[in-house]
């Protein structure tokens, strides 16, 4: 997607530095190591969040920017490549939500196929409580602060997650490195031994040392708030749903190996232009739902309905705000969606968490569940 008009990202090549002037402030950054280039990877937009006044816009993790399933992939690939293979094990992946649930779901999926080690458990963290919850972290700059980590159900996976050795924290981006050093201290206090602990990212602004996180680019930041800037007013949502939505995602839970979940109307798609949609923390079943619809021909696109509210502009073309599926009560977003841009726009969810997308034709709603 082009840059819109309030965003002006200026760039020097030869110093690699950027300035990207938002409604809610100038960003300044400089690209200090690059797999990946900047403008592959991120876009710039400003929250409508009175705590952090820009959001990088990542282009490859399928959130706020349609893209295809199998870029991002690629980018949790180069990602799990970078780890060592001898991490002391068992070793946890834990993704946090609701952002990172894909990418970290498929950094562990890459890194077992790498490596071939069996004591590889993976977790997402969740903002719905649910089950018995192991640890919280908060998230200070976030508009939905609180993250929950459970114990994982089955008993085996508990044993391993209490076994841990080390914890390999996923999350989109880096800044000040509070949310990931929160959540690392939060595991820690519940086991009986140091963790190793390792922090993945697709960019790290943390200005930190040189191996603090694996990424695929690292530089610094800087953010000058306008003054003048004002937070928009938000419509509440309905909660038209109430508790009738069922958390089924086994990420929240806890995995060693994704169970193989039926994917219907996922075939004789090819030759359509198909976006597909998942909603929130679910995020895993719709990327392979798109998956199977590219390998069979269809032109796929994948992203995921957002809690994040981003003010139009800059990177963020289009926005519309939706009722919470999830009955709470909270406003959620799909972002850069054009009507007639496809044939048809699946919406892949959980049972009773069902959102309706004004405003757009050719939506089809695809419930998964084992």
């Not at 890194?111 to 969740?126: A, I, K």
């Not at 919850?133 to 008993?155: I, N, Q, T, Y």
């Not at 929160?182 to 200005?207: E, K, W, Y």
């Given at each position: 997607?082009?840059?819109?008009?309030?965003?002006?990202?200026?760039?020097?090549?030869?110093?690699?530095?950027?300035?990207?002037?938002?409604?809610?402030g100038t960003l300044r950054l400089n690209v200090l190591e690059q797999r990946w280039p900047l403008h592959q990877l991120l876009g710039f937009a400003s929250r409508n969040n009175p705590r952090r006044g820009f959001l990088l816009v990542s282009r490859v993790l399928g959130r706020h920017i349609p893209v295809a399933p199998q870029r991002i992939a690629e980018a949790a690939g180069e990602l799990a490549a970078q780890l060592e293979s001898n991490l002391p094990g068992p070793v946890v992946f834990l993704a946090l939500a609701e952002t990172a649930t894909l990418l970290g779901a498929l950094v562990h999926h890459a890194y077992g196929t790498l490596t071939s080690r069996e004591d590889l458990l993976f977790l997402?963290?969740?903002?719905?409580?649910?089950?018995?919850?192991?640890?919280?972290?908060?998230?200070?700059?976030?508009?939905?602060?609180?993250?929950?980590?459970?114990?994982?159900?089955?008993?085996?996976?508990?044993?391993?997650?209490?076994?841990?050795?080390?914890?390999?924290?996923?999350?989109?981006?880096?800044?000040?490195?509070?949310?990931?050093?929160?959540?690392?201290?939060?595991?820690?206090?519940?086991?009986?031994?140091?963790?190793?602990?390792?922090?993945?990212?697709?960019?790290?602004?943390?200005?930190?040392?040189?191996?603090?996180?694996?990424?695929?680019?690292?530089?610094?930041?800087?953010?000058?708030?306008?003054?003048?800037?004002?937070?928009?007013?938000?419509?509440?949502?309905?909660?038209?749903?109430?508790?009738?939505?069922?958390?089924?995602?086994?990420?929240?839970?806890?995995?060693?190996?994704?169970?193989?979940?039926?994917?219907?109307?996922?075939?004789?798609?090819?030759?359509?232009?198909?976006?597909?949609?998942?909603?929130?923390?679910?995020?895993?079943?719709?990327?392979?739902?798109?998956?199977?619809?590219?390998?069979?021909?269809?032109?796929?696109?994948?992203?995921?309905?957002?809690?994040?509210?981003?003010?139009?502009?800059?990177?963020?073309?289009?926005?519309?705000?939706?009722?919470?599926?999830?009955?709470?009560?909270?406003?959620?977003?799909?972002?850069?969606?054009?009507?007639?841009?496809?044939?048809?726009?699946?919406?892949?969810?959980?049972?009773?968490?069902?959102?309706?997308?004004?405003?757009?034709?050719?939506?089809?709603?695809?419930?998964?569940?084992?």
């Amino acid at each position: 997607m082009d840059i819109a008009s309030e965003e002006c990202l200026e760039s020097d090549q030869s110093t690699a530095s950027h300035v990207a002037h938002l409604a809610a402030g100038t960003l300044r950054l400089n690209v200090l190591e690059q797999r990946w280039p900047l403008h592959q990877l991120l876009g710039f937009a400003s929250r409508n969040n009175p705590r952090r006044g820009f959001l990088l816009v990542s282009r490859v993790l399928g959130r706020h920017i349609p893209v295809a399933p199998q870029r991002i992939a690629e980018a949790a690939g180069e990602l799990a490549a970078q780890l060592e293979s001898n991490l002391p094990g068992p070793v946890v992946f834990l993704a946090l939500a609701e952002t990172a649930t894909l990418l970290g779901a498929l950094v562990h999926h890459a890194y077992g196929t790498l490596t071939s080690r069996e004591d590889l458990l993976f977790l997402q963290t969740s903002r719905y409580l649910l089950g018995e919850p192991a640890c919280f972290a908060e998230e200070s700059h976030s508009h939905a602060p609180r993250h929950f980590v459970h114990w994982p159900r089955d008993g085996a996976l508990r044993t391993m997650f209490a076994a841990a050795r080390t914890l390999v924290l996923v999350d989109d981006e880096l800044t000040t490195g509070a949310t990931m050093a929160n959540l690392a201290q939060a595991c820690q206090a519940i086991h009986g031994h140091p963790l190793m602990v390792r922090r993945v990212v697709l960019t790290d602004f943390s200005d930190g040392p040189k191996d603090s996180a694996v990424s695929l680019l690292r530089g610094r930041l800087m953010f000058e708030p306008n003054p003048t800037f004002q937070v928009e007013s938000i419509p509440s949502s309905t909660s038209r749903h109430g508790s009738a939505a069922r958390l089924v995602d086994p990420g929240r839970l806890g995995y060693d190996r994704l169970p193989p979940w039926p994917l219907p109307g996922a075939a004789g798609l090819a030759g359509r232009r198909i976006l597909v949609v998942g909603v929130g923390e679910f995020t895993v079943q719709p990327w392979r739902w798109a998956m199977q619809a590219a390998a069979g021909g269809a032109e796929t696109l994948f992203q995921a309905i957002t809690r994040s509210p981003v003010r139009l502009g800059g990177a963020i073309g289009s926005r519309l705000i939706l009722d919470d599926p999830y009955g709470e009560g909270i406003p959620h977003f799909l972002y850069n969606v054009q009507p007639g841009r496809y044939d048809e726009v699946v919406v892949c969810h959980e049972p009773g968490a069902r959102p309706t997308l004004p405003g757009l034709d050719g939506v089809r709603h695809v419930e998964l569940s084992l």
